[in-house]
Each structure stands twice: as C-alpha cells, then as structure tokens.
C-alpha cells in the first residue's frame, strides 16, 4: 500500500519552531532591555540625587549651625572679624539651597520640606540673627547678649529640626529607591531565568522532534535497505514521517522493484547462456576492463566532486560577506566553519588525486637536472618563504632519470613542510645538498625548525598522520605520503634522520646513472696516487657541496636557474 504523502515537512516544522523560539526569546529581550534601563534610572537616583541630598542636607546643617555660633560669638566679642563665619555660611547655604533644588524635580514632598527649612531659616534670621548683630554694633556687646535669650535658642531648635525632617524625607525617599533597585533586579533575574528555560525547553523539543521525524524514520529505513541489501528483493519499503522522507522511501522502493526486475532478468539470461562455456574466458576479460573502467570512474568521480564542494565554498563565502555581522557571533561562527570545511575538503580531494596519480599517469623516465629543478621548486615556494622571511639554499645537484613533474613535488613538499614548520623566534633556513653513495645518490633537505622527535620518524610518511593539530599547522597529512611514493617510484627510499642537532634532515636515494657510478670509482681509483703518503679518503660529495660544508651557508651556490646562484632565501619583504 503506496503511504499517502501529506502533513507539513520537515523544513516547515523547523522554521515553526525556531520562529516561536525567536519571538519569545525576542519579547524576554524587550521586556530585559526595558527593566534593565529602570534599573539603571534607580540607581542613578540613589547615586546621583538620593545621595548627594544626604550629603547636601549635612551641608546646610553646618552652615546654619555656623551661622549660629557665629551670631553668638559677635554678641559676647563685638569683633567683626567673628562674623566672618556667619557671612560664609550664608553663602554655603544659598549655594547647597540651589543645588539641591537642581535634584528636586522627582521629589516634590521633599522640596515641600526643604522650603520649611528656609522659613524657618528666615524666620531665625529676622527676629534673631540680625536684630543680635544690629544691636552689638549700635549700643555694644551687653546689649547685644541681652537678646541672645532662651527664645532665641529654641527659635533656632525649630530651624534643627525643620533640617532633621529634611533628612528623614530624604533617607525614606533613598530607601524606597533602593527597594525599587531590588526589585527591578529581582525581576531582571526572573527573565533571565525564563529565557533560560525558553532556550532549554525549545532545545528538548527540538531533539525530540528530530529523534521522532529524523532519526526513527530513517533507522526505519535504513532497516529496511539492509533486508533487501542482504537479497530479500521482494521486500516492499514503506517509510513513515515528514513528506520528505515518505518521498525518499518510495524512490527507494522503485529502485528495489528496478533492481528485482533487472536482477530477474539476469537470472533467466544466465540460466539461458550457463551452455556457452567458451564465454568464461572473454568474461574474464571483461573483468579486466571492468576494473580499469572502476579505477577511471574513481578518478572521475574524484573530480565530479569538486563542483558541489566548490558550490557549498561559495555559497558560504557569499554568506560570509553578504550577512557577516548581522547574524549573531554564533552564526557568523558555524558559517566560517562551514566555509573552513568544504575548502580543506577540496584541498583533501587535490592532494588524495595527486596522490593515486603517481605512477598511475606516467610520461616516462628523461634525464632530470636537479638544479633546474630547485629553481623551479624556488618559484613555487617563493611567497611562502617571502611571508616567513626564509632562506632556501643548494649546492650543485646530480641529474638522474625519473620525471621532472614528480621531483618537481617532491622537492617543493619538502621544502614546503620545511618553511611551514619553522621556530617562530627563529629566521628559518632550508638546505638542499647531495652526495653518492654507492650507486645512489643521497639527498637530504635540512632546516632549522622545530625538529621531529624519533619516535615518530616513521609515522609522518603515512598518509594523513599529522603530529599536530590542524589548527597550529595547516595541511591533510598528505605532503609527505606524497614525498614517500614519488620515491619509492623512482626506486628510491626516504627516511628521516634524527641524529641531527637541530631541526629536521630528510634524506632519500635516488638511482645514479651509470656513467655518475663510474666517474666515482675513477675518481676513487686515482685518489691514492693524488694523495700520496696520506691515507685519508676523498668524499664523494660534489666539490660544491664541500665549498658548503667548508664555508657554511654564506657561501655562494650555483643553479641552472637564477641570476648568479642557487641561493634564493636573502630575500626580507614583509608579506602583511
């Protein structure tokens, strides 16, 4: 029975779902952003208007209180210079009166009580201060005492206490600012709180939705492949789920029925044709054409899959430049991801063709100048060496026979991983030099970097073993799998040597020509009568790898290609 397609899909649901989230995630965000900025108006009413009240409230109180003892002082001296306090605290009242006036627009019962205090002030002032200060100044310092009487004092008691009240009013207005700045925080945390449970809450939906209509369906399914993978070709596949999946498991089904059909038909042709035994041998030739169509198909689809891959790379790339910043930081993250992904999945690709190339795709063995080589390997690799600021050197190099193409990426990886694992502190150099032994020629590329340690001498030649994380050094794992099978190819072997002081020393053999061999054992042969009564042998090095060993690495190189030498690392441009 063909399952009827229907119900909304899976991409629907989805976007329902993440569309409810993000509208409740969006109002919690309003409704924080809101009670964050009244929060932020309470607490500027504590810090910048309740509390400076306080302290302006204290200021008046001092100044009234000098003014007082001022008046009182006058009356018993007659001095004028005593009322110099009086006159100085009339002014620090005027001036504290206007400033906290300026505070006053969200506090009118305490503006009311602060207008009590100057009535008061002004009451005290009229019937005490001036009548005091007139008197000692007319008729002296008795008769001026004489108005300074118990009145008086309480008049100036009432003026306390109207100041006092002032302050109560202040300290209940700054409590109650406080209690507002608690609750609006309380609050605050209470959104926060359910934001929280939103995110969760839609986050456990969704892991449920997606083990409901994802994960079972296709387990489902797949159950179901497997039966008819394992030759139950009658089985009907029938899926349940979003309308995606129902789709995907009726095209399975019709190419089950397609395969049954095909496969019926295969059986009766065989059953028809088991008399031609003299067709076994040509099917055994079909079998090898069979197999080098498989390798060629490999090879195709290798390269079929680039296209898609360069697709997704720039579609993201295009989401990289089109929405960066108007998504979250998240989201500009899992894009940069993706992006990351499908351009090391290419270069995966590149590096795995190049791989099974070598010696499939031959153009056969010329003789090779390793010199020119270099040169060649020089330009290759000249960015990367202008961005580490690095110097690449060699000395006289053999020709051998093999193919220029393959030496060409043996020597540039080398070079390559030499650069790219350099000591960041240090200038980094790379050497390249040659010598014959026996009936082989002995190459070794050494630098300066940060060296390999034994234990792993024999793992980085195996194909995607890295020793460090993708994200310290860039690279598949592939560079020196390639290095070993061009090698091995031209007849030779790599390893590394782990004997040196610093850095790291590849070396691997190349076959000699025959007449490279026997100019050696000539130049053997003759050594003794050249050398007379000393003894010690001569290298077999060429004489310009001497010069290097000699004269260390500033000595000049020669190179089929180059102006005057094979020394190309002096140059110092700052790649930005």
Same mark, same amino acid.
């Given at each position: 029975?063909?399952?009827?397609?229907?119900?909304?899909?899976?991409?629907?649901?989805?976007?329902?779902?993440?569309?409810?989230?993000?509208?409740?995630?969006?109002?919690?965000?309003?409704?924080?952003?809101?009670?964050?900025?009244?929060?932020?108006?309470?607490?500027?009413?504590?810090?910048?208007?309740?509390?400076?009240?306080?302290?302006?409230?204290?200021?008046?109180?001092?100044?009234?209180?000098?003014?007082?003892?001022?008046?009182?002082?006058?009356?018993?001296?007659?001095?004028?210079?005593?009322?110099?306090?009086?006159?100085?605290?009339?002014?620090?009242?005027?001036?504290?009166?206007?400033?906290?006036?300026?505070?006053?627009?969200?506090?009118?019962?305490?503006?009311?009580?602060?207008?009590?205090?100057?009535?008061?002030?002004?009451?005290?002032?009229?019937?005490?201060?001036?009548?005091?200060?007139?008197?000692?100044?007319?008729?002296?310092?008795?008769?001026?005492?004489?108005?300074?009487?118990?009145?008086?004092?309480?008049?100036?008691?009432?003026?306390?206490?109207?100041?006092?009240?002032?302050?109560?009013?202040?300290?209940?207005?700054?409590?109650?600012?406080?209690?507002?700045?608690?609750?609006?925080?309380?609050?605050?945390?209470?959104?926060?709180?359910?934001?929280?449970?939103?995110?969760?809450?839609?986050?456990?939906?969704?892991?449920?939705?997606?083990?409901?209509?994802?994960?079972?369906?296709?387990?489902?399914?797949?159950?179901?492949?497997?039966?008819?993978?394992?030759?139950?070709?009658?089985?009907?596949?029938? %899926? $349940? +789920?979003?309308? *995606?999946?129902?789709?995907?498991?009726?095209?399975? /089904?019709?190419?089950? !029925?397609?395969? &049954? @059909?095909?496969?019926?038909?295969?059986?009766?042709?065989?059953?028809?044709?088991?008399?031609?035994?003299?067709?076994?041998?040509?099917?055994?030739?079909?079998?090898?054409?069979?197999?080098?169509?498989?390798?060629?198909?490999?090879?195709?689809?290798?390269?079929?899959?680039?296209?898609?891959?360069?697709?997704?790379?720039?579609?993201?790339?295009?989401?990289?430049?089109?929405?960066?910043?108007?998504?979250?930081?998240?989201?500009?993250?899992?894009?940069?991801?993706?992006?990351?992904?499908?351009?090391?999945?290419?270069?995966?690709?590149?590096?795995?063709?190049?791989?099974?190339?070598?010696?499939?795709? %031959? $153009? +056969?063995?010329? *003789?090779?100048?390793?010199?020119?080589?270099?040169? /060649?390997?020089?330009? !290759?690799?000249? &960015? @990367?060496?202008?961005?580490?600021?690095?110097?690449?050197?060699?000395?006289?190099?053999?020709?051998?026979?093999?193919?220029?193409?393959?030496?060409?990426?043996?020597?540039?990886?080398?070079?390559?991983?030499?650069?790219?694992?350099?000591?960041?502190?240090?200038?980094?150099?790379?050497?390249?030099?040659?010598?014959?032994?026996?009936?082989?020629?002995?190459?070794?590329?050494?630098?300066?970097?940060?060296?390999?340690?034994?234990?792993?001498?024999?793992?980085?030649?195996?194909?995607?073993?890295?020793?460090?994380?993708?994200?310290?050094?860039?690279?598949?794992?592939?560079?020196?799998?390639?290095?070993?099978?061009?090698?091995?190819?031209?007849?030779?072997?790599?390893?590394?040597?782990? /004997?040196?002081?610093?850095?790291?020393?590849?070396?691997?053999?190349?076959?000699?020509?025959?007449?490279?061999?026997?100019?050696?054992?000539?130049?053997?042969?003759?050594?003794?009568?050249?050398?007379?009564?000393?003894?010690?042998?001569?290298?077999?090095?060429?004489?310009?790898?001497?010069?290097?060993?000699?004269?260390?690495?500033?000595?000049?190189?020669?190179?089929?290609?180059?102006?005057?030498?094979?020394?190309?690392?002096?140059?110092?441009?700052?790649?930005?």
């Amino acid at each position: 029975m063909k399952p009827v397609v229907g119900g909304w899909s899976l991409r629907r649901r989805v976007i329902t779902l993440l569309t409810v989230v993000g509208v409740l995630l969006i109002g919690l965000a309003t409704a924080e952003a809101a009670m964050a900025a009244r929060n932020r108006t309470q607490i500027d009413a504590i810090l910048n208007q309740t509390g400076p009240l306080r302290v302006q409230s204290q200021e008046l109180l001092n100044a009234l209180l000098d003014q007082e003892t001022a008046v009182r002082g006058y009356a018993v001296s007659g001095d004028l210079a005593d009322l110099n306090p009086y006159r100085e605290g009339l002014e620090r009242e005027k001036s504290v009166v206007a400033s906290m006036r300026a505070l006053l627009e969200d506090y009118p019962q305490i503006g009311q009580e602060l207008l009590i205090v100057e009535e008061q002030t002004a009451q005290w002032r009229q019937s005490v201060a001036e009548p005091v200060i007139t008197t000692t100044e007319q008729s002296g310092t008795s008769a001026g005492q004489a108005l300074v009487t118990e009145r008086a004092r309480q008049q100036f008691d009432q003026v306390r206490s109207a100041v006092n009240d002032l302050q109560e009013e202040i300290l209940v207005a700054r409590e109650q600012a406080a209690a507002n700045v608690r609750t609006s925080s309380n609050v605050l945390v209470v959104l926060l709180i359910v934001a929280a449970l939103v995110v969760a809450a839609a986050g456990a939906l969704l892991l449920l939705s997606l083990d409901r209509m994802v994960i079972r369906p296709l387990i489902g399914l797949a159950d179901q492949v497997r039966e008819v993978a394992e030759g139950d070709y009658q089985h009907g596949i029938a %899926t $349940t +789920g979003p309308p *995606e999946f129902i789709r995907l498991g009726e095209d399975v /089904d019709a190419m089950r !029925q397609k395969i &049954a @059909a095909d496969l019926a038909e295969v059986r009766a042709a065989r059953e028809r044709i088991e008399w031609v035994n003299t067709q076994l041998q040509k099917q055994a030739e079909e079998l090898t054409r069979s197999n080098r169509d498989l390798e060629q198909f490999a090879y195709v689809a290798s390269h079929d899959l680039q296209e898609p891959l360069r697709k997704v790379a720039s579609f993201c790339q295009l989401l990289q430049r089109r929405y960066a910043g108007q998504l979250d930081e998240r989201a500009d993250q899992y894009i940069a991801f993706a992006v990351d992904g499908a351009q090391r999945m290419q270069r995966l690709i590149n590096d795995l063709l190049a791989f099974s190339r070598i010696g499939r795709l %031959t $153009t +056969g063995f010329v *003789e090779v100048d390793l010199n020119k080589v270099m040169g /060649d390997v020089a330009g !290759q690799t000249e &960015a @990367a060496r202008q961005y580490a600021d690095a110097e690449l050197t060699w000395t006289d190099l053999p020709v051998i026979s093999g193919e220029e193409p393959l030496l060409t990426n043996l020597l540039a990886n080398l070079v390559s991983n030499s650069i790219k694992f350099r000591r960041p502190d240090v200038t980094s150099k790379v050497h390249v030099s040659a010598r014959l032994v026996g009936a082989e020629w002995e190459i070794t590329c050494q630098d300066n970097g940060i060296g390999i340690e034994p234990e792993f001498a024999d793992k980085i030649f195996v194909i995607f073993q890295r020793l460090h994380s993708k994200d310290a050094y860039p690279g598949t794992g592939i560079g020196l799998a390639i290095v070993k099978k061009i090698v091995e190819y031209h007849g030779g072997r790599v390893w590394v040597d782990t /004997d040196v002081p610093e850095g790291t020393a590849i070396r691997f053999t190349l076959p000699a020509r025959p007449e490279d061999v026997e100019a050696a054992a000539a130049a053997d042969s003759a050594e003794p009568r050249a050398l007379g009564a000393d003894d010690t042998p001569r290298s077999t090095e060429a004489p310009a790898a001497l010069a290097e060993q000699a004269g260390g690495s500033d000595q000049p190189d020669r190179a089929d290609e180059g102006p005057e030498s094979g020394r190309t690392g002096d140059m110092k441009e700052t790649v930005g």
